[in-house]
């Protein structure tokens, strides 16, 4: 038969923070966020940088339900989570809404083209599993599908992003399914910033001068931490919370340097089990906070990242085999896109408290200052799942 095309698109807008309700999740699956935001931030060194593994991962247990022979092995061997495993920690980003400060809201869509049996099955079962809607695609593809979905994406994404998906990427004829997901976060800082101390402060982007923006700045108790690099230089690590209290952003400020190579050490010395290291060894230190006021785009194609890291017979025409999916057609993945955004100012972008710590008492209050190149993590502190990760090269 003609292989048909299955089309994954991801689409996250960060504003303000949440919380998500799941299991603990495995040291191999936060590796793969890693190792995906490694084998994607690679092509852009020197560049801003953002990706929610969050967003993904529904999608990607939808086709480990639907995967099967070795299609399905290769998708458990990379990704770290068997089919069965997927379905137990099925409803990360299960069809909630925005409900107040502190929540993660998620939506998925699965389409269809047509009323194929088997695909409403599938669709039935992604939806007990991740709480995904379906509905039929209005065609197998082009323009009335591409504004079909770019409809949901922007309700989802409360009017954010706008032609997130153009017609030549659901080709007519060759289209029968298409897994989208949105994550909206909004949350506040457990302790904002007082714009009133927000003013210019200088920040270094990798191999160019020295330019003023706007950064914001608090004196407070936060967990700092810090930890060696490879090369035995240090970084510098700080949980900022945000008012959910099962959210933190971490800010990881490499070393000074003029080319942007310390960030890339730093990123590529991180594994599965750095945030619990972060988490086990900061301790609860007063010092002066001088942050920048960010927002970061990405609009990624994610199957060359995927492809790299070892998952490639599920985008092989030959080869691919979700006949869980559908036994009737040849499908294959065409496309995994995602487009994130993360704004960060003094209200916030989440939050998370840190109880039970004694601060460290100092005859001077230190800065932790981001002046130059910094990576940012947020995740759900409770699970020690990744939500959102980028870098800031130049805010």
Known sequence: PLPMALLMLLLTVLSDAQKTPRSKVSA????????LYRAVGGTAMRGNVVMCPMGLEPLLGSLQLGARGNTRREMEK???????????????????RVAGAGRVAGAGRVAGAGSRSELRAFAGRSAAVFGTETRPLRSDGGEAAARQVNAWVLNHTHGEIN?????????????????????VLRAVWLSPFDPAHTNPRPFTPPGRPVKMVPAMQRTGVYRYGEF??????FYEVLEIPYADGHTVMWVALPPPDKDGSALAALENSLTGRTIVEWEGQSRSTRLTLQLPRFTVESKLELKPALQSLGLREMFDERRANFKGITAREQLYVSTVLQQTRVEVDEKGTRAVSATGVVALLRSFI???ACD???????????????LFMGRVTDP
């Open 28 to 35: 191999k699956s936060t590796q793969f966020s890693v190792d």
């Open 78 to 96: 990379v990704i770290g989570t068997s089919a069965k495993g997927v379905a137990g920690a099925g409803r990360v980003a299960g069809a909630g």
């Open 163 to 183: 032609d997130f998906l153009s017609p030549d990427q659901l080709p007519p004829g060759l289209t029968r399914l298409v897994l989208v997901s949105a994550v």
């Open 228 to 233: 060696a690099l490879p090369d035995g230089n």
């Open 366 to 368: 230190p800065t932790f």
């Open 372 to 386: 130059r190149p910094f990576l940012f993590i947020i995740t759900h502190k409770h699970t020690d799942s990744i």
